[in-house]
């Protein structure tokens, strides 16, 4: 009776564990897996979820939303949750619908990765060496080298937008994602790029975005396929630099220039598509007429200006000042500068305008000419002395140059210019003025009367010298070669054996500064302005013509025989006058 009473009792502990397991369910087997639940109620920023167990369990709202997205979840929704555990130490169970999602993302992920398809995800967070994914659950890592084709500034407008991924790699076990959009816009690009390329000629206008910007110009996007946009094809204006038209993501229409299929280049133009401002540029600018313009470049060379967009000429060095020479243009005008230009000449075929930017000055060398024509006496400073003559500063800021051979009519210029130094005031004469050349030539001697030429012009009576004349001379220097001497003006040398018939009498130092001698001049020459004078030649002159009146050479008689009848008869003459 006991047995049987006891019997019963453990039959009804089992139906009773029985019934209450079918009641409240039982989750042996159930955790790590996930199940089914019906949502109760929102609380706050939790939802409370019944799985059939003892206790409802508690998620967060933000894991039933995307990253960035507002969570849409209501009491009575049906969702999947992961069970981790059938109660934690409040008695509720621990449910996750994050790690329910992404139990579900990785076998779609895993057949995708597989399949070598496509995965759709979100950015939505930023790491060390990349980006964090959302995979509908699964958190992958994107590295930063693998956003896109080109290094990406600012990736702010890809945060929180569903785009297309490929995944690089999978590693279920330590739960690693490594996932490339650029991959995918490589794949997208390249079918897009044969597209293009297949269709596309020389000439044909097409929209593209400005991709990179360099010193030599940009490239353009034209939708897979980038071309070049040269900087000298950008427009027909000067442009120093493309970050001078150009923005990095600039929308510009776009003309194949030209077009490699074999390498693919692609050279694109923005001023093609733009009427060619130098058509007829002749009749627009003809020779020597004046314009204004605005200075854009300056050079070792010259000076550019803009006579109006795309049309620049350039004002050569040479043509820029009338008296500045080798000075660099930047010290004659500057940059913006607006500047009055002369068009000197116009080559449409090479693009070329040469101005001129002093032809709208006055000329000074017209000028001056004008108002000091040959034979005008003029005064300046002096500026400078060269080698071979003097350099005086004249009205109009010109120079005129007095060559060595116009600074004395006695002395060589090499001694005579030893009397100038930089900055004496002095007087010149105009002797020409070269126009065309800008020379003007100028002499200081001219200033005075030429002696050597009024004594070899002048006739015998009248003080000239000719050759053969004997004239007496002032001895003015004493060299050991001989004497030079002064005659009207005229400058004269006897030499040491000219000096004397009697070779014992040639010596220079028996005369004295001052003295005057008796000479025959045997030589005028012009060109050096200088005369040879001898007195042996005139004593065997005086010789020869004693002998002609008194005496015969045949006769035997020395010249002291007949000297001295013929002084007595002199003598007896001079009494009975």
């Not at 200088?530 to 009146?549: F, G, H, N, P, W």
Request: glycine share 10%.
């Amino acid at each position: 009776m006991a047995t049987q009473t006891a019997t019963d009792t453990s039959s009804a502990k089992e139906s009773f564990a029985a019934l209450l397991e079918e009641s409240l369910g039982s989750g042996d087997g159930l955790e790590g897996t996930v199940v089914k639940g019906r949502v109760v109620s929102i609380e706050g920023d939790f939802a409370l979820i019944d799985v059939g167990l003892k206790s409802e369990g508690r998620v967060q709202l933000k894991e039933f939303a995307t990253p960035g997205q507002k969570p849409e979840i209501q009491p009575g929704d049906t969702v999947e949750v992961y069970l981790e555990r059938m109660e934690d130490k409040n008695g509720e169970a621990m449910l996750s619908r994050e790690k329910a999602r992404r139990e579900e993302s990785w076998v779609l992920l895993e057949k995708s990765f597989e399949d070598n398809q496509k995965v759709t995800g979100v950015i939505f967070g930023r790491v060390k060496g990349g980006f964090t994914v959302d995979l509908s659950g699964a958190v992958a890592f994107l590295p930063g080298s693998q956003v896109d084709i080109r290094p990406v500034r600012d990736i702010g407008p890809l945060m929180g937008t569903p785009q297309p991924f490929q995944i690089l790699k999978m590693d279920r076990r330590r739960g690693n994602i490594v996932v490339s959009r650029r991959a995918v816009l490589e794949e997208s690009r390249a079918e897009a790029r044969s597209e293009l390329v297949a269709s596309l000629k020389e000439g044909q206008v097409l929209n593209g975005v400005v991709k990179n910007i360099t010193d030599y110009g940009a490239f353009v996007d034209l939708g897979g396929v980038d071309g070049l946009l040269h900087v000298t094809d950008i427009a027909w204006r000067r442009i120093n630099h493309p970050s001078e038209a150009l923005q990095i993501g600039q929308t510009v229409k776009v003309q194949v220039i030209r077009f490699n299929p074999d390498t693919q280049r692609i050279s694109l133009g923005m001023k093609q598509l733009e009427a060619d401002p130098w058509e007829g540029v002749d009749a627009k600018y003809p020779v020597s007429a004046r314009f204004s313009g605005r200075v854009t470049n300056i050079t070792d060379y010259g000076a550019f200006v803009e006579l109006e967009p795309g049309i620049e000429g350039l004002v050569h060095v040479s043509e820029m000042s009338w008296t500045k020479k080798n000075v660099h243009p930047g010290k004659i005008v500057s940059t913006s500068q607006e500047v009055d230009v002369v068009v000197l000449d116009v080559d449409p075929v090479k693009r070329r305008i040469s101005l001129g930017l002093k032809q709208t000055l006055a000329n000074p060398w017209e000028e001056f000419a004008a108002k000091f024509p040959p034979q005008t006496e003029v005064e300046g400073e002096v500026k400078n002395i060269t080698e071979f003559g003097v350099f005086i500063g004249l009205p109009g800021d010109i120079d005129g140059m007095v060559h060595f051979s116009d600074l004395d009519w006695q002395r060589p210029g090499e001694e005579a210019v030893k009397d100038y130094k930089k900055g004496d005031i002095v007087k010149a004469n105009v002797l020409e003025v070269d126009v065309e050349k800008e020379r003007i030539s100028l002499g200081i001697k001219q200033l005075t009367e030429d002696s050597f030429a009024k004594a070899t012009s002048a006739a015998p009576a009248a003080g000239g010298v000719r050759k053969g004349s004997v004239v007496t001379a002032t001895v003015t220097k004493v060299e050991d070669n001989g004497i030079e001497v002064e005659v009207n003006g005229a400058i004269g040398f006897i030499r040491r054996a000219d000096l004397s018939r009697d070779r014992s009498e040639q010596r220079p130092d028996r005369f004295a500064i001052g003295e005057k001698v008796d000479a025959k001049i045997t030589n005028v020459d012009a060109k050096t302005r200088r005369m040879t004078l001898s007195i042996k030649a005139r004593e065997i002159d005086e010789d020869k013509q004693v002998m002609a009146e008194f005496g015969s050479s045949d006769s035997g008689a020395s010249l002291g025989d007949i000297l001295g009848p013929a002084l007595a008869r002199g003598g007896e003459a001079e009494d009975k006058k």
